[in-house]
C-alpha cells in the first residue's frame, strides 16, 4: 500500500495547502462592501470543465496507484513467475508517443487558429491511439497464443489487468475524440473546439505517462 | 429610512462569471424523470435511497427476530441469516448513507449554498443517478438468483465470499460486486460535479470561508471518496476476476470440502488491506456530512454563531486527511507486525483530536445559546449524545489489546452503530425536518416529529446500550443462535429479547415518519420562504420550492458569512448572507419605528451601531 499512499499523501498534501491558504489569515465574520466583492475570489480562473478534469485525472491516478500498489504486494507472493513480455509492447509504447506528440501539435494548431492543421492533427493522433488499442490486443492474443492465460498466473493477471483499464482509459478519452473530430470534419471554427482539443491533450500526455509507468512496472517483476 | 440615499452595496454588478446554458425541459418527463435539475436529482437519489434503506431497516428487523427469539421462526435459518446481516450493512453504509448524504444532500444543498445556479455538469450529474439506480436493481436482483444474495459479511473477505460453503458464493457476490462497481462508477461522475462546482461556481463574495459547514463537510467527504472509492473498485474487479476467470489475486491455495481447487498463492490480507483502505474512510464520507449538517442546525436553532468556525473548517480538513492513514486498525486480528499496530492506534488516537475539538465547539455554541427545542434541533442534540457515545467506544477499541477481545463481538456492533449508524441516520433525520419547507414549501407536523424523535432516540439507547454488555460477556456477532456456552448465562438471551423488542418498536415507528412525509406534503402547514429565520442562500430564494436556476435574474451577492445569528444591534436576529452592510442601518430603522419587539431587544443591546459602517 505504500505507493498508494506515497500518492494519497501528496494529492492530500496539495490540496491541504491549497484550502488552509484560503482559510488562514481570514476573519470570516468581518463583511465586506461590495467594491471588495467585485474583486472576491471566484474559482481557479479556470474552465470548470478543466477543473473537473483535473479532479478526475486525480481520481484515476488514485485507482492506478492503489492497482500498482496491490502488484508490489501480490508480487512477493511465491508462486510469481516472470512476465514473458510480449515484444510488441515496446512498438506500441512507441505509437502513444507519437499520438501524444500529434496530440500536443494539435494543440498548438489550434492555439494559432489553424483548422487544416487541426483536422490532419486529430486525426493522426486518434489514427495513432486505435492503433495503440489494436496493439495491445494483439500482445493478449500473443499471450494467449502461447498459452499465458489469465489465470494461469497472478503474474499474467495482472498485465492483463493493467492493460485492461488502460485500455478503457484511453477508449473514453476516444469518445471525446471522436465528438471533437466530427465537429472538426464539419467545419465549425477552431475557438469552439479548442477547450476540448486542449482537454484531449492532457489526457493523452497524462494516459501516455501512466503506459509508461504501467509498463516499468511490469518490465520490473523479480523471480 | 429615505435617509440612506447613497449605499454603495445597492448596488450589485452583475455577475462577471458566464453564466451557465440551463437546461430548459419542457415535458414532465424532462422535467422529473430525466432530469438535469440538481433539485430534482436530489429527490431522486433521496427516494431511491430511503426505498432501498427500508428494506435494509426490515432486514435488521428479522435479524433481531431471531437473535431475540432463537427457534420461533422456521423462515429464518443460518444461512439466509448471513445473508440479511450482509445486505443489511452493505445498503446502509454504501447505498442508503453515502447516497443519500452526496447524492441527496448534496446535490440540493450546494448549488443552494454556494449561490450557483445547478451544478456545474448537469448532464453528467443526471447519468450519476442513473447509474446509481442501476445499481440498486442489480444488489436487489440478487435476491431472486439461484443461490440469493451474498452471505460473506459487509466486509466481503475472500477467500469464504467465493466458496461453495458460503451463501450467495456464485451468483450473489458477483452481483454485489458487479453493482458495488456500478456505484462508484455513478458516485464518481456525481463527486466530479460536487467538487468542481464548490470550487467554481460560488457567487461573488462567497469565498471558501463564507461557505456553511454543511457544504464544508459535504466537500470534504467528496473528495474523500472520491480517492478511496478507488479502493474498493479495485478489490472488487479483482475478486469478480478471481470468482469468474479464476485468477489468484485474493484466493490462496486450499481445499474445499474435500476438494483441491485451483486457486493458488493469493493474498487474502491484500484484499483486507484494499477494503479498509477505502472502509475507514468511508466512516468518515458519512460522518463529515453529518458534521457540517449538525454544525448548521445547532447555529440556526440555538440562535448563536457557531463557535470556532475555523476551527470546525481545520478539523474538517485533518480528520479528511488522517482518515487514510488509520485503516488498518480494522485488521489488528488479522496479525500484523507489533510496531505497525503501534503506528496505527496512534494515528487512530489522534484522529480523536479533532473530533473532540468539533464536539466542544457544538457543547459550547449550544451553551447559553437561545435554545429553540424545534425537532431538527432535538435530532442535532441527539445526534451530540450518540455520537460521544459511541466516540467513547471507539477509543477503546482503537487500542489492539482492547480490540483483539472485543473485535467479532456484540461490542463492535454496539459500536458502530452508536457512531456511524445511528448518529448519521439521527442527521439525516434533523436535516429533512430542517429542509423539507424548502423541498416541499410545507412544514413537517411538529407533533408526529417530537414522537418520532424521543421514540428513535430512546428506543437506539434500548437497543444499544445492553449491546455492549453481551460483548463484554463475548456474544459473538454474526451468529445465528448462540447455543449453549460456558461464558454467557442465560439471562444474555433475556436482554436480547428485551433489544429485540426495542428494535421492533424504533422499526415501526418509522412509518409515522413516513407518513409525515406523505401527509404534509398535502397538508402540511405553508412554510414561506425563510421558516427558520435562518441566513444561507437557500433560505433566500425568491420563490419556495426554489424554481430550475434557483435565484431569479440574477444570482445573489454575498456580504457575511453563514453565522450571523444574535448580531447586537441587529434588527432582527439573523442577518442573511446576501444582505448588504448598508442596508442593516436600514433595517434597523425599520424596526426601531415600526416594531417594539425590535426596538426592546435593542434596549438590552446598548447603542445600536451598525457593524461594518
Ligand atoms: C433500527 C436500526 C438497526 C438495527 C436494529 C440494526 C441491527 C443490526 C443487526 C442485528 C446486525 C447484525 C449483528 C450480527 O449478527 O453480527 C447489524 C449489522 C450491521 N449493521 Fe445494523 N442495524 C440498524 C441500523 C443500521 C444502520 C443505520 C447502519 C448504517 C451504517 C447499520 C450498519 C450495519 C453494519 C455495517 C453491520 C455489519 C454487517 C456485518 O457484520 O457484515 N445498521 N445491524
Ligand atoms: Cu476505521
Not at chain 1, 64 to 70: D, E, Q, V, Y
Not at chain 2, 123 to 132: E, G, K, L, P, R
Not at chain 2, 252 to 281: D, R
Not at chain 2, 465 to 479: A, S, T
Request: aromatic share 14%.
Amino acid at each position: 500500500m505504500t505507493y498508494a499512499l506515497i500518492f494519497l499523501s501528496g494529492l492530500m498534501a496539495i490540496v491541504m495547502w491549497w484550502l488552509v491558504r484560503q482559510t488562514v489569515n481570514v476573519k470570516p465574520w468581518t463583511e465586506q462592501r461590495s467594491v471588495e466583492i467585485m474583486q472576491g475570489d471566484g474559482g481557479l480562473s479556470l474552465p470548470s470543465v478543466k477543473v473537473g478534469l483535473g479532479v478526475f485525472l486525480a481520481v484515476a491516478t488514485s485507482l492506478f496507484a492503489l492497482l500498482i500498489s496491490a502488484y508490489h504486494m501480490r508480487m512477493m507472493g511465491e508462486d510469481w513467475t516472470k512476465l514473458p513480455v510480449p515484444r510488441v509492447l515496446w512498438l506500441n509504447s512507441a505509437v502513444l508517443i507519437l499520438a501524444s506528440v500529434a496530440m500536443q501539435r494539435t494543440r498548438a494548431a489550434a492555439r494559432q487558429g489553424q483548422l487544416e492543421r487541426v483536422k490532419s492533427g486529430l486525426i493522426a493522433s486518434g489514427v495513432l491511439s486505435f492503433s495503440f488499442l489494436a496493439g495491445q490486443l494483439w500482445a493478449w492474443q500473443q499471450m494467449d497464443a502461447a498459452g499465458y492465460f489469465v489465470a494461469a498466473n497472478p503474474a499474467y493477471a495482472f498485465f492483463y489487468l493493467l492493460t485492461a483499464v488502460h485500455g478503457l482509459h484511453l477508449l473514453g478519452g476516444l469518445w471525446v475524440w471522436c465528438k471533437t473530430t466530427a465537429k472538426v470534419l464539419r467545419g465549425v471554427e477552431v475557438g469552439k473546439v479548442r477547450l476540448s482539443v486542449e482537454l484531449c491533450t492532457v489526457y493523452w500526455h497524462y494516459l501516455l505517462v501512466v503506459w509508461l509507468v504501467l509498463f516499468a512496472v511490469l518490465l520490473h517483476t523479480h523471480t | 429610512m429615505t435617509s440612506i440615499t447613497h449605499d454603495e452595496s445597492a448596488y450589485v454588478p452583475p455577475a462577471e462569471v458566464e453564466e451557465p446554458e440551463l437546461y430548459h425541459p419542457k415535458s414532465f418527463v424532462g422535467k422529473y424523470i430525466w432530469s438535469q435539475d440538481a433539485k430534482v436529482i436530489a429527490v431522486q437519489y433521496a427516494i431511491t435511497a430511503i426505498g432501498v434503506g427500508l428494506v435494509a431497516l426490515v432486514l435488521s428487523g428479522i435479524m433481531r427476530l431471531q437473535l431475540g427469539f432463537p427457534h420461533a421462526f422456521s423462515f429464518i435459518n443460518p444461512s439466509n441469516y448471513l445473508q440479511f446481516v450482509t445486505m443489511h450493512g452493505m445498503i446502509m453504509v454504501i447505498y442508503l448513507l453515502t447516497a443519500l448524504f452526496l447524492g441527496g444532500f448534496g446535490n440540493y444543498l450546494i448549488p443552494l449554498m454556494v449561490g450557483a445556479r445547478d451544478m456545474v455538469f448537469p448532464y453528467v450529474n443526471m447519468v450519476s443517478y442513473w447509474v446509481y439506480l442501476f445499481a440498486v436493481l442489480l444488489l436487489m436482483a440478487s435476491f431472486f438468483v439461484p443461490g440469493g444474495p451474498t452471505g460473506s459479511g459487509w466486509t466481503l473477505y475472500p477467500p469464504q465470499a467465493i466458496l461453495p460453503g458460503t451463501p450467495g458464493a456464485n451468483w450473489g457476490i458477483v452481483l454485489m460486486l458487479v453493482s458495488l462497481a456500478f456505484f462508484i462508477i455513478g458516485f464518481t461522475m456525481g463527486g466530479l460535479n460536487y467538487v468542481v462546482t464548490v470550487l467554481q461556481a460560488r457567487t461573488r463574495g462567497m469565498t471558501m470561508m463564507r461557505l456553511p459547514l454543511t457544504v464544508w463537510g459535504i466537500f470534504m467527504a467528496t473528495i474523500l471518496a472520491l480517492l478511496a472509492f478507488p479502493a474498493l473498485f479495485v478489490s472488487a474487479i479483482m475478486m469478480t476476476l478471481d470468482q469468474t476467470l479464476g485468477t489468484s489475486f485474493f484466493m490462496p491455495a486450499l481445499v474445499s470440502q474435500g476438494q483441491h481447487l485451483n486457486y493458488n498463492g493469493g493474498s487474502p490480507i491484500l484484499f483486507q488491506h484494499l477494503f479498509w483502505f477505502f472502509g475507514h474512510p468511508e466512516v468518515y464520507i458519512v460522518a463529515l456530512p453529518a458534521f457540517g449538517i449538525v454544525s448548521d442546525l445547532i447555529a440556526v436553532h440555538a440562535r448563536k454563531n457557531i463557535f470556532g468556525y475555523r476551527m470546525m473548517v481545520w478539523a474538517i480538513l485533518a480528520i479528511g486527511g488522517l482518515s487514510f492513514v488509520v485503516w488498518a486498525h480494522h485488521m489488528y486480528v488479522s496479525g500484523m507486525n507489533p510496531y505497525f499496530g503501534f503506528f496505527f492506534a496512534t494515528t487512530t488516537l489522534i484522529i480523536a483530536i479533532p473530533t473532540a475539538l468539533k464536539v466542544y465547539n457544538w457543547v459550547l455554541t449550544l451553551w447559553r445559546g437561545n435554545i429553540h427545542l424545534t425537532v431538527p434541533m432535538l435530532f442535532a442534540i441527539g445526534f451530540v449524545f450518540t455520537f460521544i457515545n459511541g466516540g467513547l467506544t471507539g477509543l477503546f477499541l482503537g487500542n489492539v489489546p482492547v480490540d483483539i477481545p472485543l473485535s467479532g463481538t456484540m461490542f463492535v456492533v454496539a459500536h458502530f452503530h452508536m457512531v456511524m449508524a445511528v448518529s448519521p441516520v439521527l442527521v439525516v433525520f434533523g436535516a429533512i425536518y430542517h429542509w423539507y419547507p424548502k423541498i416541499t414549501g410545507r412544514m413537517l407536523n411538529d407533533t408526529l416529529g417530537k414522537f418520532h424523535f424521543w421514540v428513535t432516540f430512546l428506543g437506539t439507547y434500548a437497543i444499544y446500550y445492553p449491546m455492549h454488555y453481551l460483548g463484554f460477556l463475548g456474544v459473538p456477532r454474526r451468529y445465528y443462535a448462540m447455543g449453549t456456552t460456558v461464558f454467557v448465562p442465560e439471562s444474555a438471551q433475556s436482554l436480547n429479547e428485551a433489544i429485540t423488542i426495542a428494535a421492533l418498536i424504533v422499526g415501526a415507528i418509522q412509518v409515522v415518519f413516513l407518513y409525515n412525509l406523505i401527509w404534509s406534503y398535502f397538508k402540511g402547514k405553508p412554510a414561506g420562504p425563510n421558516p427558520w429565520r435562518a441566513t444561507t442562500l437557500e433560505w433566500q430564494t425568491p420563490h419556495t420550492p426554489p424554481k430550475h436556476g434557483n435565484f431569479g435574474a440574477t444570482l445573489p451577492a454575498v456580504y457575511r458569512w453563514a453565522y450571523d445569528y444574535s448580531v447586537p444591534g441587529a434588527a432582527e436576529d439573523f442577518i442573511p448572507q446576501n444582505q448588504p452592510p448598508g442596508k442593516k442601518a436600514k433595517g434597523l430603522e425599520q424596526a426601531l419605528d415600526a416594531s417594539d419587539l425590535g426596538a426592546q431587544k435593542l434596549d438590552g443591546a446598548g447603542t445600536p451601531k451598525p457593524i461594518g459602517s
